[in-house]
């Protein structure tokens, strides 16, 4: 993929402009996005509860939202908001049990209800991120079908830095990155109705793409 960029941006011979470092990251940067506003990549572990509040990102560094947690049992824990709790249970932050409730804030904030003591295993199925690609040999974790709009998106970022034209040359390649990712994020909405996750992708389908995409131009 690297080189399908550099060869892309006329640098394949000696890179000047474009090196491997920032090319790579742009690669890696396209299949971080396609992830997060698709929420393809699916992982499952278990999780000790020890406290009320957790920030996921430590446990789970490549948290992004969660779509399910059960006891280890396989028994639901329901989803909810921090109004429900409070009506349910005025002391809901100290009360202790087995967690029947848990309630998603912010980027990654869980808070779990009641708190167990001293702790509990739950499984955590969750989206998460991809790993980062390093070496030559790779292989992208989103849908393989979905592999060749990294290296245009990579372009398309790449381009950003010289703007003009050039920038305009290579803003289709972001409308057709963009158009593939909402037509799959459609999909998993639909799967993880149907599977009856808790999170579902965010809607991109009315997105402006103009301010990313290309310039403006001065209506007549």
């Known amino acids: 993929m690297q080189a399908i960029v550099s060869q892309r941006l006329n640098e394949a011979a000696a890179p000047v402009f474009y090196p ?18 698709t929420l393809c990549i699916e992982r ?3 999780w000790t509860v020890t406290k009320t509040f957790t920030h996921m ?6 948290w992004i939202a969660p779509l399910r947690i059960t006891s280890a049992a396989g028994a639901k824990i329901r989803p909810g908001r921090f109004s429900d709790l409070w009506a349910l249970d005025s002391q809901w932050p ?3 049990g087995t967690p029947r409730r848990y309630v998603h804030a ?6 779990v209800y009641p708190t167990p003591y001293p702790s509990a295993v739950v499984v955590a199925q969750y989206a998460g991120i991809p790993a980062a690609l390093v070496n030559a040999a ?15 998106y990579a372009i398309y970022r790449c381009r950003q830095s010289e703007g003009a034209g050039e920038f305009e040359k290579a803003a289709g390649y972001f409308d057709e990155f963009m158009t593939a990712a909402t037509d799959y994020a459609n999909y998993i909405r639909s799967r993880n109705i ?4 808790d999170t579902l992708p965010p809607e991109i389908e009315g997105l402006d793409r103009s301010h990313a995409a290309r310039r403006r131009t001065k209506s007549a």
């Open 44 to 46: 499952s572990a278990n």
């Open 138 to 152: 790779d292989v992208p974790e989103i849908p393989v079908q979905f592999h060749e709009l990294l290296p245009k």
């Open 106 to 111: 912010g980027s990654d904030l869980v808070a």
């Open 57 to 62: 990102t430590t446990p789970f560094p490549g």
């Open 94 to 96: 100290m009360a202790q």
């Open 20 to 37: 491997a470092t920032e090319i790579n990251a742009a690669i890696n940067e396209a299949q971080r996005f396609f992830a997060l506003v």
């Open 194 to 197: 149907g599977a009856g996750y």
